[in-house]
């Protein structure tokens, strides 16, 4: 228990370093503009498509920061127990091979395929040396905390879209992207003289570490394994059509925790057994992309949700709307106002203008129970402050952006035609 406890004394004196030191002020400072950027533009996008502005990326970053935080604690503790050093892992390849594939496709922007690929290569050429199970082992804990910050944060603030449908229809859908910059601690396997060794030091079980390092150790030296501040940014990035936001990004983020915890499972019986390094290494990048396929064909299959052929219903709110403050969302269907039938989004325009004062909505939404709900607002509308699902002739609808490489494959093959 004292060694417990003086370990964490000094996890703790190392964060404290991380947020003091000007280096790693200025590391996290980078990834927090990386990540400032990306809820940048996804205010942008919602501004542009649907003129809503609802997010303020500046405090978005922050709170995926105070997630991240939560995140690196958990990576932390994962670390310490398994004992996986860095220095073993080969983690400038990793961000190469990671970079190189994201050209082919962004959404291969991920360490599952990176690490796979780099020690796919490793195993059959030798190069480059890294120690294999260390590496997958790091990669199965990065995706089991990404799981965890999928479960709790996943969902928030899902941007509104419009999807053409596999059989024609345009319908409405939701996409979920969130970011996080992650500050950790990892662990770095050096060698000293050992008539050196007078700093303080722990006496950790001798099955520690379970990953061991392949640092050679020198006559008269010592293997310590040193506590090293790492930021990191992981993310989160899908679609849904079919169900609630919230129950889409839970469901993956279950599926990618039981990933993760047999990747990791996997990582633990190559590091014992070397001959099953194979396994590991397939699994990363086939297990994720199998997950990727199950989810999209998942929703080309299951029948569209956020659209409505009686009624209108709405696809988000705008904040500080009429809406709003009636407490519409995700999901409500518009079936009447002061007692007219609403069929259609024509209707409800006829009906709203140019104004009403204290009008009473019955709306129905079957995510709910009761299913139905009658408001009465005090007040005037329009505006009434909702993005509803797409019409039964909606033209506009957004497509998944290609990677350069694959549009580029796409021009190629097109005029070999």
């Known amino acids: 228990m004292n060694n417990i406890w003086e370990l964490t004394k000094f996890v703790l004196q190392t964060f404290a370093l991380m947020i003091t030191d000007l280096q790693y002020i200025l590391i996290l400072g980078v990834v927090f503009v990386l990540v400032y950027r990306q809820y940048v533009k996804v205010q942008q996008y919602e501004e542009r498509v649907f003129k809503l502005n609802r997010i303020n990326p500046f405090m978005e970053t922050v709170t995926a920061l105070v997630y991240g935080i939560f995140g690196g604690f958990v990576a932390t503790i994962l670390f310490l127990a398994f004992g996986i050093s860095i220095s073993d892992a080969g983690v400038s390849y990793l961000w190469l091979a990671a970079i190189g594939l994201m050209l082919i496709n962004p959404r291969f922007l991920c360490f599952a395929y990176a690490g796979g690929l780099v020690s796919l290569i490793a195993l059959i050429t030798g190069y480059p040396e890294l120690n294999i199970a260390t590496l997958m082992a790091l990669v199965a804990i990065l995706h089991l905390v990404e799981s965890l910050l999928i479960f709790i944060d996943g969902y928030h603030h899902p941007a509104p879209m419009y999807y053409k449908h596999s059989d024609g229809r345009v319908v409405g859908g939701f996409t979920l992207q969130k970011f996080w910059p992650m500050p950790t601690i990892a662990l770095v396997g050096m060698t000293v003289l050992t008539s050196s060794m007078d700093w303080s030091s722990i006496a950790m079980p001798d099955w520690w570490p379970i990953f061991q390092t392949g640092v050679e150790v020198p006559p008269d030296h010592t293997l310590i394994h040193v506590l090293f501040p790492l930021v990191v940014a992981l993310g989160y990035s899908d679609f849904v059509r079919s169900e609630l936001p919230k129950t889409k990004a839970r469901r993956s983020a279950i599926l990618l925790f039981g990933y993760s915890l047999i990747l990791l499972g996997l990582s633990l019986l190559a590091n014992s057994y070397p001959a099953f390094l194979i396994l590991p290494v397939i699994f990363a990048p086939l297990g994720h992309e199998l997950l990727i396929v199950w989810s999209r064909k998942r929703e080309e299959r299951r029948e569209p949700v956020f659209h409505s052929e009686e009624g209108v219903m709405v696809l988000t709110v ?35 203008s140019p104004w009403l004062i204290d009008p009473v909505f019955v709306v129905e939404n079957q995510f709910h129970t009761p299913t139905e709900r009658v408001i009465e607002y005090k007040g005037k509308v329009p505006p009434l402050g909702i993005i509803p699902t797409p019409h039964l002739k909606q033209g506009f609808y957004m497509q998944i952006k290609e990677g350069f490489l694959q549009r580029k494959f796409k021009q190629w093959r097109a005029k070999g035609k």
Not at 341 to 348: M, N, R, S
Request: glycine share 8%; aromatic share 2%; no cysteine.
């Open 318 to 352: 705008y904040p500080n709307s009429p809406a709003e403050a009636m407490g519409l969302e995700i999901g409500d269907v518009i079936k009447s106002i002061n007692g007219v039938e609403i069929p259609d989004l024509p209707t409800l325009v006829d009906q709203i």
